[in-house]
């Protein structure tokens, strides 16, 4: 995609450095909103093809790590994470039709790397990852209380047809994507720990060995 290529310095050819510096602090901003008004209508049961859906997943990562494009996203980052990122991630319809019609074909589609990049889910995916790693603050204290409330939900429903199984499935999928950052951040919590019992440990040798 463009934007990935040409439109962050961060990752552009340093011929392109001059031209990406610009497109992050005016064009980036203009071209948001399209892509915004985009997931709005689809979140609002308007008709969306995949392919500008995924597109306008891919668009809206690259802007979450971008300064500029990222504080107009900030202030709707609920919409982007319960109305764009979490009803992607669940089964649709036809996900479910195929897989009670030929459940050898959705097993294939689902694994498929080759048509992997071609549907909305992964980029919803890559969108959650991107926003757990560099924006984490703003998306962690929101999601994980809403992982954990929705799994009581669901417990507390009887089971029968009328349990949500796709939301079930959604929120599993949001879990297993951000699960490296949650062990990221436990584990540099572990590790300040240790450090600190540490020091406490070598202050009270000290004092016990000048009495």
């Given amino acids: 995609m463009f934007i990935q290529r040409y439109g962050n310095p961060k990752y552009c050819a340093e011929e392109n450095v001059t031209f990406a510096n610009y497109f992050r602090s005016t064009l980036a901003s203009q071209l948001l909103a399209p892509v915004m008004n985009c997931l709005a209508a689809q979140s609002n049961g308007k008709f969306l093809t995949d392919d500008v859906h995924r597109m306008c997943l891919v668009y809206t990562s690259n802007a979450v790590e971008m300064a500029p494009?990222?504080?107009?996203?900030k202030p709707h980052i609920d919409f982007v994470l319960f109305n764009v990122i979490m009803p992607t991630l669940c089964l649709s319809t036809d996900d479910i039709q195929l897989f009670d019609e030929d459940p050898i074909e959705f097993v294939r589609k689902?694994?498929?790397?080759c048509e992997d990049w071609m549907f909305p889910r992964t980029a919803a995916i890559t969108l959650l990852q991107t926003l757990s790693k560099y924006r984490k603050k703003d998306?962690?204290?929101r999601l994980l209380p809403y992982i954990d409330q929705s799994l009581?939900?669901?417990?507390a429903q009887n089971h029968g047809p009328t349990?949500?199984?796709r939301k079930k499935d959604g929120i599993l999928v949001a879990m297993a994507t951000i699960s490296k950052v949650i062990l990221f951040?436990?584990?540099n919590l572990y590790q300040l720990f240790l450090t600190q019992i540490l020091k406490i440990n070598n202050r009270f040798y000290i004092m016990t060995k000048n009495l």
């Fill in 152 to 155: 009581r939900e669901y417990n």
């Fill in 163 to 165: 349990k949500d199984y």
């Fill in 69 to 73: 494009t990222y504080k107009l996203i």
């Fill in 185 to 187: 951040i436990f584990f």
């Fill in 139 to 141: 998306t962690l204290p």
């Fill in 110 to 113: 689902v694994n498929d790397p």
